[in-house]
């Protein structure tokens, strides 16, 4: 028992939850590990990935043939993505990549584009990948969350990808049989070959969840909100379960919590304030939107436009994004065109964007059948070293200005102060946030206009201003 006492006292103080006197003896100590374990020791990994041997990887555990694929009848082939995907960068993921665009022009499982969207929306897929830089030898390292053993679980892949056949012995050409893109980017292939060695097999990717998967990115438990037959939104939780035959699934459980529309909007908007993740599923067919696909959340807010409802309330909008058009959006499309002119006035975004689409909340409610949410990873685990170009300077360069960042203040923010305060749209501030990689995010939000009575939902810790 003392042992475990003593181990637990050195991961608190490791990760800044000691006490506040030990925290400060031990900051200088303690940051120095963290920023030679982000920046120095991913810089060393890159160099020395760069100058291992070029004998190609391949996974025996996850091998390149029909066992991977379970009882799909596809005549594929496996090739090498890391060689014919045209993915121009040397990072996997960066800043640059436009991810909705990316996810707007793929096929494949609905439910994980989805998810990579919705996660991409928040600049958090980096998360993912052990190393963001493209590996000569095919060996690539990700980390999904097992539901089932509560604990991250290290996925080493290859990069072969089943691939359609006839195109590639016709034109040589690379069109993988599952997810594929405009560009084929690499990222998203990995991604996808991750799920399906975690699942099982590439058979198991037909029968997949997006509020799943977001939780499996994100190591946080997701929260779903589902509209019942009497308007209001009942709370829901996943849990994963594995049957007798060493298969995943999925069940879905009430917590007793009900919300009103009216508090719904409130918990909602706190939610994007607090850059969370958010999507919404089950469309109504009337609304020309799939009912099957999921939409990311980017804000919800009320519009101060000039157009007042009754009782001098502004209207109430939601800011979506539709990577699916289906061309039969028309009367959506030009509900959305007014209220976008609307918000335009108070509302930065871009305007150009067609996939961004707004909606009332009226028609929102009326459209959607279910809501999920999730927090992106934060605090220490969340810093990653971020190498820009493909010159053999270039990850020495980004180890130095990583440090330099991290010892300027960005390292005593996550690993001590991991909590963000948020500003209103009034200017003041409504809440903080926290959420550690791999742990369940606790939130204090303080809101003169929220219903105290729902201080039970979802986590949610209610103060009076």
């Known amino acids: 028992m003392p042992a475990k006492t003593e181990q637990s006292c050195w991961a608190e103080l490791l990760y800044g939850k000691a006490c506040c006197l030990w925290n400060c003896i031990f900051a200088p100590c303690v940051l120095s590990f963290w920023s030679c374990a982000i ?14 041997q070029s004998t190609l990887f391949k996974d025996a ?12 009848q596809e005549d ?59 590996s000569s030898r095919g060996k690539y390292i990700l980390k999904l969350f097992d539901g089932v053993q509560q604990q991250w679980q290290r996925i080493i892949i290859d990069d072969r990808i089943p691939c359609d056949r006839a195109a590639y012995e016709n034109d040589k050409s690379f069109h993988p049989s599952f997810l594929t893109n405009k560009e084929n980017d690499l990222f998203l292939l990995l ?11 590439y058979q198991r ?17 997701t929260r779903i909100f589902v509209r019942s037959e009497n308007g209001m939104w009942t709370r829901k939780e996943l849990e994963d379960e594995v049957d007798a035959d060493g298969q995943r699934s999925l069940s879905l459980f009430d917590t007793g919590v009900e919300l009103a529309p009216e508090v719904l909007f409130e918990v909602l908007r706190k939610y994007c304030l607090l850059e969370s993740v958010l999507c919404a599923a089950g469309a109504n067919p009337a609304s020309g939107l799939h009912p099957k696909h999921a939409y990311s959340i980017l804000d919800v807010r009320k519009v101060q436009g000039g157009i007042k409802l009754g009782g001098g309330e502004w209207q109430r909008a939601v800011q979506m994004r539709n990577i699916w058009p289906s061309g039969k959006e028309k009367s959506l499309s030009r509900k959305s065109s007014q209220l976008r002119s609307i918000a335009r006035e108070t509302v930065e975004f871009d305007d150009h964007d067609d996939s961004i689409l707004w909606m009332s909340w009226e028609d929102f409610l009326s459209t959607w059948r279910t809501i999920s949410v999730v927090d992106p990873p934060s605090g220490i685990g969340s810093l990653r070293l971020q190498v820009s170009g493909g010159s053999p300077l270039a990850p020495a360069a980004a180890c130095l200005v990583g440090c330099c960042s991290f010892w300027c203040g960005l390292g005593c923010h ?13 200017g003041k501030d409504v809440g903080t946030a926290c959420c550690c990689f791999g742990a369940r ?12 009575g729902a201080s039970t939902m979802l986590g949610l810790q209610l103060e009076k201003e």
């Open 205 to 221: 990717l037909k029968e997949g969840s997006t509020a799943w998967a977001l939780s499996a990115m994100t190591g946080d438990p």
């Open 441 to 452: 995010s606790t939130y204090a939000v303080r809101s003169s206009e929220l219903d105290p």
């Open 414 to 426: 996550h690993l001590y102060c991991p909590y963000r305060v948020v500003a209103g749209e009034n």
């Open 39 to 52: 920046y120095c020791c991913g810089c060393l990994r890159i160099y020395a990935t760069r100058n291992a």
């Open 61 to 72: 555990d996850f091998p390149a043939n029909a066992v991977s694929l379970g009882d799909l």
């Open 191 to 201: 991604i996808e070959k991750a799920f399906a060695k975690f699942m099982g097999g």
């Open 76 to 134: 594929v082939i496996w090739l090498r993505a890391t060689k014919y995907a045209r993915t121009k960068s040397l990072q996997l993921v960066d800043e640059t990549i436009n991810i909705h665009r990316l996810c707007q022009g793929a096929s494949g499982e609905t439910w994980l584009l989805s998810a990579i969207a919705c996660i991409g929306e928040r600049r958090a897929l980096h998360h993912l990948f052990e190393s963001v830089e493209r």
